[in-house]
């Protein structure tokens, strides 16, 4: 009876292959000769098929209240794609293209602006800036007007998705900045009503 | 993780926190249907974590692995909820139910008793469990966690958790065989993730 218990409490470690090579062998030859293990064995199989019975989907919503809650934001298309090429210590920028969908929520405006920063080596603490302004938020950022941090760089591309809030009317320029070694590189981009 | 993905945390605390929790959601729903029975009560549930989880989120964007951690809490909340409910009316040592779990021999039915029904008389049986045995099971064979997952969610040593699947299994083995009508076993094992502490 007590190696019945010990092949049964066994059964988790011989699905998973963590079992010793000498012991598997031993539960095998035991359920073989066993007719109460086998029969647990195919029980066991049978409880997590029992288990693996669908439930009910995940309410809606409490997916939407979860996300009005905390503001979690919705991917929208890119609203705006600002290229900053980082060639070795020498910045430069280029426009390379505006596309936007934005999404409504309330009366505010959901927008993402997407940087692309390309070097052509890594770069380390490297110092970024946003500044925004009056009546745009960062999502899950309210209140703030300007966000600043330092980061390293990859070699080639490295991406930030910004999911920006305008109040409705808002205007004005997004500044972003990237500074890295004593050299600083600036780029504006329109937002607001006239961006839209 | 990708170079995207850690400027985007350092901008965004709800975006990190939906990226963090929002591949575990799926499978903790299922795991808050199984605990508490019933899709209402599942989402006071998962309500209740996921607002615990937000006040937290800056300990589980440094995890490698969130999904256990948010398991652990909603076990935590589950237990809360089924102790207010006052489904236990006796206090039992749990350290002396758990050294006479050794003692308990193997079930001895030479037949599968199991394969014959429903899934739905199956998840019956589980629901006749003791408490821990139920969670175990649930956790293990229902949602796939380790045995060391388990253990770190309900915050038993790994033995303890073998133990526990085990008389579970033969447990529900038990209930089928027989059809018992006694009262749950939930009645007189109280103990919670607390009490081992």
């Known amino acids: ?196 | 993780m990708s170079r995207l993905i850690r400027l985007w945390q350092r901008l965004s605390p709800a975006a990190a926190f939906d990226a963090c929790v929002q591949p575990h959601i799926e499978r903790l729903w299922r795991l808050a249907v199984r605990f508490q029975g019933n899709p209402s009560d599942a989402e006071d549930l998962m309500q209740d974590l996921l607002e615990r989880a937000w006040q937290r989120r800056e300990e589980i964007q440094q995890l490698d692995a969130p999904g256990p951690w948010l398991a652990k809490v909603l076990y935590r909340l589950h237990i809360d909820r089924w102790r207010r409910q006052g489904v236990h009316s006796q206090l039992v040592n749990w350290e002396e139910l758990e050294e006479t779990s050794d003692l308990m021999p193997a079930v001895s039915e030479e037949q599968a008793v199991l394969t014959a029904i429903a899934a739905s008389e199956v998840l019956a049986a589980v629901d006749r469990l003791p408490e821990a045995q139920r969670a175990a099971l649930l956790l293990h064979d229902g949602e796939g966690y380790t045995v060391e997952e388990v253990a770190t969610i309900v915050d038993v040593p790994v033995g303890t958790v073998k133990s526990r699947l085990h008389r579970a299994r033969a447990g529900v083995r038990h209930h089928v065989a027989e059809g018992t009508k006694s009262p749950p076993a939930a009645c007189i094992e109280m103990e919670g993730p607390g009490e081992k502490q």
């Not at chain 1, 012991?23 to 066991?44: G, K, M, N, T």
């Not at chain 1, 970024?128 to 302004?133: A, F, Q, W």
Request: aromatic share 4%; glycine share 8%.
């Open chain 1, 1 to 196: 009876m007590t190696d019945c218990h010990t092949v049964q409490q066994s059964f988790d470690d011989l699905r998973a292959g963590t079992i010793r090579p000498g012991q598997a062998a031993h539960v095998r030859r035991h359920l073989q000769r066993c007719a109460a293990c086998r029969a647990f064995y195919q029980d066991v199989s049978h409880l997590r098929s029992a288990l693996a019975e669908p439930v009910p989907p995940l309410p809606r919503r409490l997916s939407e209240r979860v996300k009005r809650r905390y503001r979690l934001p919705q991917r929208v298309a890119v609203a705006a794609m600002l290229l900053l090429l980082v060639g070795g210590f020498v910045l430069r920028t280029d426009l390379v293209g505006v596309a936007q969908s934005p999404s409504f929520v309330e009366d505010w405006t959901r927008k993402t602006i997407d940087l692309a920063l390309d070097s052509e080596k890594a770069l380390p603490g490297v110092h970024i800036r946003l500044e925004l302004p009056l009546g745009v938020e960062v999502e899950g950022r309210p209140g703030e007007r300007v966000l600043a941090w330092q980061d390293d760089l990859d070699a080639g591309a490295n991406r930030l998705s910004i999911p920006l809030m305008l109040e409705q009317g808002a205007k004005g320029e997004l500044v972003a900045s990237v500074e890295h070694d004593g050299r600083r590189r600036e780029f504006r981009i329109g937002l607001g009503e006239e961006a839209r």
